[in-house]
């Protein structure tokens, strides 16, 4: 009697409490540990043996229950190890390696109702996805995800704040809600991210402070239908800021490339019309939204080998406007959208904006070797629907433009917005136009490995957007934030700043505080896919040679490396492209020292270096034009040392002799 006793207790405990199943990265780096207790799936994570993920929650609430109690079934383990090469980005190509563990559940009462819990192992982070295997019930609705991540450390947090400086820093315990990525350093000097990758029609993510203090996963319910796989919850662990912000591997958690031949997505410099129209030059010509203004940048592209124009908000009237045509060849601007979103008189507004033949200015660009974006409002989309888009982008496509920018989709309902999101993507891909999601678009999540096509997206604030700008700080914290989830159109490249800026232009509304050389800097930090630069040519030819510097910044390199990471303090990134290297230097308002050893480059060899460097009384506030070129020969065993003007920067180009 004892001894059944004995056999029925223990059979008991090992329901309740099954072995902690594991899967550790190739290289030994990290490991994600699961285990079942009480029916609840619970998962843990080590990096470099050290505790960055107590034991947390796992699961999926389910509209009708089902699957709040599990057992496993089975697993599989699996690794990976490939390369594939990116047609842009910080690496062309990249490399893919992880163990992989998949855990075969069922409901504890109702074993037909099936799920997976799928984990990669990299060396810097790991990932977590459910997928409902194909079953007899094959819709669901899931209501929440019980994701949570119990942090070992007192992290402390950021994350991106819509068009504004990125929140934190913050600690989880004073968190309500934070937007997607989350970036946190430890006490230990340790740095993490947590995100989402290969989102695809289901609710994006935010975190919100669960009960038990944990930072959790918050999403909309979403409709789904077996088979189906969710969005990769991501942790990556590195060591310093800028390495967050360089790992790609949120973009290997994607599918593979799509597009079967994506020969014309290609990166690049890009100017863009609507941050100078209205400047005055000395021989009294004024910018306008005109197709002589137009016809003068498209020269001024093909001159200096700047490959893209991009025409703005109003070419086609009224945005807003079901009733306004992006198909119409010619059509005036409208005083109502002057009044509301520009900064003048609208009589003088008006005067600089002019019939916009759209498909002749196509074909005088693409005579020059230029390429044209094409602006369009969602409304288009609400008024007219999907078959009426569709029909602007196969008639962009006939004219002979190469993409579009597409501003302020509005959808409320989130799963409904990243399925639109996707479409408009692969849409885009049938009529080879690439595509920049603008005002409030939905966070990137890897997914341009799948649809290169999509080149950047304003998950921020881009220069002069909503009448602000960024400060040094502002900048220096958005790039270790926002672009931890892929490329951002942050429109730098401004310098004309000591004209009258506010002035004249109709869509400047307060000074930009930088100087010449660290809008150039800046450019280089944000050079990933396309690159937009949003100043006049005058301005760009009254310094050609800091333009030069510019015009190298293509959005399509080699090799990244992030040599000083400080959030909103100091930032240093090294760029490659064949045998030559590019460097640009931030600091804050503070100013401060920047040193730069050369070890990035081949040794053994000697370069030469064009050091751009602010003038001796410059800052972000004064003076902001002033510069002095150096040349000198360097190789990988010296070290650069700056002293940067506060908000300053540097600009180092490096061509092996």
């Known amino acids: 009697m004892i001894s059944a006793l004995m056999v029925m207790v223990f059979f008991t405990a090992c329901q309740q409490v099954q072995k902690t199943t594991k899967v550790e990265s190739p290289g030994k780096k990290t490991t994600v540990s699961f285990r079942i207790r009480d029916g609840k799936l619970l998962y843990s994570a080590l990096k470099d043996g050290d505790t960055v993920l107590r034991e947390s929650a796992l699961g999926l609430r389910l509209k009708g229950g089902g699957l709040e109690r599990v057992r496993q079934l089975s697993q599989e383990n699996s690794a990976t ?21 998949r855990l075969h559940l069922a409901d504890e009462s109702n074993p037909d109702l099936k799920l997976n819990v799928v984990a990669r192992a990299y060396d810097n982070g790991i990932a977590v996805r459910y997928e409902f295997p194909r079953q007899g019930r094959k819709r669901f609705v899931v209501e929440k995800d019980l994701m949570e991540f119990d942090f070992a450390d007192d992290v402390s947090c950021y994350a991106p704040n819509g068009e504004r400086d990125p929140v934190g820093p913050v600690k989880v315990a004073s968190i309500k809600s934070l937007k997607a990525p989350v970036v946190m350093e430890s006490p230990k000097g340790k740095f993490f991210a947590v995100h989402e990758a290969d989102l695809n029609d289901f609710s994006f993510m935010n ?12 999403i909309e319910a979403s409709t789904v239908e077996a088979p189906k796989a969710l969005p990769w919850r991501v942790v990556l662990m590195e060591n310093s800021l800028g390495d967050l912000s360089t790992s790609h591997l949120i973009q290997n958690l994607n599918p593979a490339r799509r597009i079967a031949d994506a020969s014309w997505v290609r990166a690049g410099t890009c100017t863009n019309e609507c941050r100078y129209w209205g400047a005055k030059l000395e021989d009294g010509f004024r910018y306008g939204k ?18 893209y124009l991009m025409v703005d908000s109003g070419w086609y009237g009224n945005q807003w406007d079901a009733e306004s045509d992006p198909l119409t060849e010619r059509q005036d601007g409208d005083a109502k959208t002057a009044a509301r979103f520009y900064n003048g008189d609208v009589q003088e507004i008006n005067k600089l904006r002019g019939k916009i033949d759209m498909p002749g200015l196509v074909r005088y660009a693409r005579e020059r070797r230029v390429g044209v974006f094409i602006y369009l409002n969602d409304k288009l989309r609400r008024s007219k629907g999907m078959g009426y888009l569709e029909k602007v982008l196969a008639t962009y496509h006939d004219w002979g433009a190469v993409g579009i920018k597409y501003g302020f989709m509005k959808e409320k309902n989130r799963q409904k917005k990243v399925r639109l999101t996707r479409e408009i993507v692969e849409m885009c891909a049938k009529y080879k136009l690439m595509v920049n999601f603008h005002d409030n678009p939905i966070h990137p999540t890897g997914e341009d490995r799948t649809w290169p096509n999509l080149v950047t997206r304003e998950f921020g604030h881009a220069q002069f957007d909503a009448g602000r700008t960024f400060s040094p700080t502002g900048f220096l914290k958005t790039i270790f934030v926002n672009s931890v989830a892929g490329p951002v159109d942050f429109q730098n490249g401004f310098f004309s700043l000591e004209s009258e800026m506010v002035a004249e232009r109709f869509q400047v509304r307060k000074p930009l505080y930088s100087t010449a050389v660290a809008e150039a800097a800046r450019v280089l930090v944000g050079s990933v896919g396309l690159t937009i630069i949003s100043d006049h040519d005058n301005a760009y030819e009254s310094k050609q040679d800091l333009f030069d510097f510019v015009k190298e910044m293509k959005g399509s390199w080699d090799e990244t490396r992030v040599l000083t990471s400080e959030m909103g303090s100091k930032a240093v990134y090294a760029r490659r492209r064949g045998e030559n290297w590019y460097v640009g230097g931030l600091v804050n308002e503070k100013g401060g020292d920047l040193r730069i050893p050369l070890g990035f480059l081949k040794s053994g060899k000697k370069y030469e270096a064009t050091v751009f460097e602010d003038g001796s009384d410059t800052d972000f ?19 650069l040392d700056f002293q940067l003007s506060n908000g300053g920067g540097v600009c180092v180009s490096f061509k092996e002799m």
């Open 621 to 639: 506030e004064r003076n902001q034009e002033s510069y002095e070129v150096s040349k000198k020969v360097v190789s990988a065993e010296d070290v």
């Open 290 to 307: 005109n197709m002589e203004t137009f016809k003068r940048m498209v020269d001024f592209s093909a001159d200096n080998g700047v490959p």
């Open 81 to 101: 190890d490939e390369k594939w090469d990116a047609p842009w980005g910080d690496f062309s190509k990249v490399r893919n390696h992880y163990n992989e563990i």
């Open 207 to 218: 975190f919100v402070r669960n009960k038990k203090g944990c930072l959790a996963v918050n």
